[in-house]
């Protein structure tokens, strides 16, 4: 573990909490289905890595086939499927259930690093797993049970996709630095949920131009979560990036609370609590290396 891959994944998780806010504003004042903005958004995110994929290109080019085809399935499913589900799973339940079930990314993170790249996570820090999951609970769903139904079941599908692409993503760094890695995923996902997109509806983007183009914010805000992100896994390793990174409901809520005049109930402030105090309980618990030994 560094010390610099744990800041960058503290700044994903302050970037990505900051998107989950601009998001909401964003599809209030526009008038474009979430699809279509999550496509646009996208598109943005994709553009802005467009620069560093022509100017480092030979050495994408001169990587191995293996990594070619893991920056490829990146790009197709972290950036691109990824996002179909999100959008087909949020339509069929609640934003609570939704906010939790994504959260637990960080967990299939763990599980697939483990699996994949021999990550261990250490007996004396399962306790830290342990609060940090009651505290998600309490701070996304509340003391009320989870009631499962068909949209859990595909955000699950979701957390788990994410989980294994923030695994794979570390195959391509051995070959490629991780900022690198980011954009080409994101650049690939937005040529590849672009043709979705038109394939389902050629008119659906007709109405970007109309209203606030929050989309360009949420664009910005998406490629500095991804290149973060993927910094914090090549720097720390893929699971104590994902425990850094799940504090993001913590900033999304206090942005809900000062931007959109969201409530603030004793659950959550003692969720809030816990997340941060799991996250630093497991931190102070880890002395391996990112590859676990």
């Known amino acids: 573990m560094t010390h610099r891959g744990v800041w960058y994944g503290v700044l994903a998780a302050l970037v990505f909490g900051a998107s989950l806010v601009v998001n909401k504003v964003g599809l209030l004042r526009q008038d474009l289905d979430p699809?279509?903005?999550?496509?646009?958004?996208?598109?943005?995110?994709?553009?802005?890595?467009?620069?560093?994929?022509?100017?480092?290109?030979?050495?994408?080019?001169a990587c191995s086939r293996r990594c070619h085809l893991n920056v490829l399935f990146l790009g197709v499913t972290a950036s691109g499927i990824s996002y179909i589900l999100l959008f087909w799973g949020q339509s069929l339940t609640a934003a609570t259930n939704a906010g939790f079930l994504l959260s637990l990314t960080a967990f299939?993170?763990?599980?697939?690093?483990?699996?994949?790249?021999?990550?261990?996570?250490r007996r004396r820090q399962l306790p830290a797993i342990a609060v940090l999951a009651a505290g998600l609970y309490l701070l996304l769903v509340g003391a009320q049970a989870l009631r499962v139904n068909t949209g859990d079941l595909i955000l699950l599908a979701t957390a788990a996709l994410w989980g294994l692409t923030n695994a794979v993503s570390r195959f391509p760094m051995r070959e490629l630095a991780g900022h690198l890695v980011a954009s080409a995923r994101l650049v690939i996902g937005a040529v590849f949920l672009l043709g979705v997109l038109l394939a389902r509806d050629p008119g659906a983007l007709a109405a970007a131009g109309r209203g606030e183009p929050w989309f360009l914010v949420s664009g910005l805000l998406m490629?500095?979560?991804?290149?973060?992100?993927?910094?914090?896994?090549?720097?720390?390793?893929?699971?104590?990036?994902?425990?850094?990174?799940?504090?993001?409901?913590?900033?999304?809520?206090?942005?809900?609370v000062l931007f959109l005049h969201e409530g603030l109930s004793v659950e959550r402030l003692l969720g809030g609590g816990l997340?941060?105090?799991?996250?630093?309980?497991?931190?102070?618990?880890?002395?391996?290396s990112p590859s676990g030994v």
């Open 35 to 61: 699809l279509a903005y999550t496509v646009l958004t996208t598109a943005v995110a994709g553009i802005l890595s467009l620069p560093l994929v022509i100017r480092r290109f030979p050495a994408i080019r």
């Open 223 to 256: 490629w500095a979560t991804v290149v973060f992100l993927y910094k914090a896994i090549e720097e720390a390793g893929a699971s104590i990036a994902s425990i850094v990174v799940v504090t993001f409901p913590v900033v999304s809520t206090l942005g809900s």
């Open 275 to 288: 997340i941060l105090f799991g996250v630093y309980w497991f931190l102070t618990r880890q002395s391996c």
């Open 108 to 121: 299939f993170t763990i599980l697939f690093a483990a699996l994949l790249l021999g990550e261990r996570i």
